[in-house]
């Protein structure tokens, strides 16, 4: 898709306008939904500074199929992800991954990775008594959280289930997810489902057994897709067949963003940055465009679904109680290697997580042809992933040097000396996933209510509402529906 050239927007007088700011899997989530929901005549805008569309979704052709570079996967546990998928008519696009387990590399080896788990946190201590040192600490009788109360994983799970079982299983998952410190990631954004449940309980095993039972509507919990990690499943011991947790479509993800912007029939303006957001008498003005030559876009109404930090400087002058919140959102930067090899005897598993007491810079490793049917076995391909909070240094690393070591302790992690692989690429993704500290929720919802003082303008994305393209989606179609509930035209001259 070529950029158009920017020039002044002139719209239609009466029709209703809608600025979308973020043309990622969000922006796009949000422009279909308004497309449903304000008919054919609404005009609505999609500004996206990069000169692509997806934002962390980018499927390349990588050894003869198409690989993702960035997020890769669908979360098929929540509606949103499928949904949209069918809804653009990618329903029978979409696939799901084989039964090859995943593994935990410790000590060099290669172990299961314990079923009957949330995100690493056993329903029974017994569980994982292979990989970890678990026993429940005595409680009080009392529910862990108190309504609304929030705390980190790391405090819920050390004080509750032990050091091995945070560091050996816990810390892997969330590390393959948010690339993050699980003493400072929030227990009530990372895991709703769980909060909730805190609030019934005073055992954690309790807690995650109630989320693991079957529910009438047939829901599951939000476990956001991994970039680039091994996809441990949330398990469900109850009978009957299990529903695949993740899924993803055949040709690429890639396929989702272009079918969504075609259904939305949104104006697409990529290369543009917006660098100024005003409200006026008739609704929004945005500045945009190159320094000096700046265009003016007047909307009815406007949508941030960019990362924190420009959406808290467009909200600046806007509502400094929501720009406070989004500038103190914190990311995590991450670096992707691929391989594809053309004999390699990897084993039957759909990857790996390690801890990072293991002291590897590979933190997780998916095998791609193993885990996903769809890409056939002609060549083996390995994604893995590198980068936790505060190693961003290792991003400054050229690329032959990041491929050399993620080569070399992927080897180390399979017990091996690889072959040299016949194609190799490393992406790097800068500030890509955001830190969810304790009493993110409660923040976001003030920012909301804060915002609620303007007239339709809405927030979404990642920094706000969870990583993932499930979540991403939901939230898009969240602010869509806001605003479509009461945007009105508005005078234009």
Known sequence: MSP????????????????????????????????????????????EQAMRLGGKIHTVDFAGRPVETGAESLLAARPEAIG????????????????????????????????????????????????????????????????????????????????????????????????????????????????????RHARLTDAVNEIKRPTPAGAAGDAAPR?????????????????????????????????????????????????????????????????????????????????????AVLLRDVEPQAAAVLSGVAYASVALAAFAFDRLDLPERSGFLTPASEGKTVKAATFASKKWPHLGRRRQIV?????????EALLQYDDATLAKTALRELGEHLGMRLPDPVEQRVDRWGGALPQYAPGHVARVAAAREALGAHRNIAIAGAAVDG??????????????????????????T
């Not at 920017?6 to 279909?32: D, K, N, Q, W, Y």
């Not at 405090?155 to 509750?160: F, G, H, N």
């Not at 393209?469 to 009105?488: K, L």
């Open 227 to 311: 970039t680039g990690a091994a996809s441990p499943r949330l398990q469900n011991t109850s009978e009957g067949p299990r529903k695949p947790v993740f899924a993803t479509i055949d040709g690429g993800l890639e396929r989702l963003v272009t079918a969504t912007s075609a259904t939305a029939r949104a104006e697409i303006r990529l290369g543009m940055t917006v660098r100024e957001l005003r409200q006026t008498p008739y609704g929004w003005e945005v500045i945009a465009g190159p320094v000096p030559d700046p265009i003016k876009i007047k909307a009815d109404a406007v949508i941030l679904a960019v990362p924190a930090s420009p959406a």
């Open 84 to 199: 949209l998928a069918e809804a653009v008519g990618l329903g029978d696009a979409i696939v799901y991954p084989s039964d090859a387990k995943p593994a935990l590399s410790l000590g060099g080896e290669l172990l299961d990775f314990p079923a009957g788990h949330m995100m690493g946190i056993p329903g029974d201590p017994a569980d994982v008594a292979a990989v970890a040192n678990a026993k429940e600490r005595p409680d009080n009788g009392l529910p862990i959280l108190e309504p609304g109360a929030d705390m980190s994983v790391g405090e819920l799970v050390r004080s509750r289930l032990g050091d091995e079982v945070l560091d050996r299983l816990v810390a892997p998952m969330l590390g393959g997810v948010y690339a993050g410190d699980v003493d400072r990631l929030s227990v009530r954004a990372v895991m709703p489902q769980l909060a909730d449940a805190l609030e």
């Open 4 to 47: 158009m050239t920017p020039a002044r927007v002139t719209g239609t007088p009466g029709r209703t306008r809608v600025l979308i700011v973020g043309g990622g899997i969000t922006g796009l989530a949000a422009a279909h939904r308004l497309r449903e929901r304000l008919g054919p005549d609404a005009e609505i805008i999609v500004a």
């Open 467 to 492: 990583v993932g393209i499930a979540a991403c989606i939901a939230s898009g179609q969240r602010a869509a529906d806001t605003i479509a509930a009461s945007v009105t035209p508005a005078n234009r």
């Open 383 to 391: 994604r893995v992933s590198m980068g936790r909070l505060g190693e």
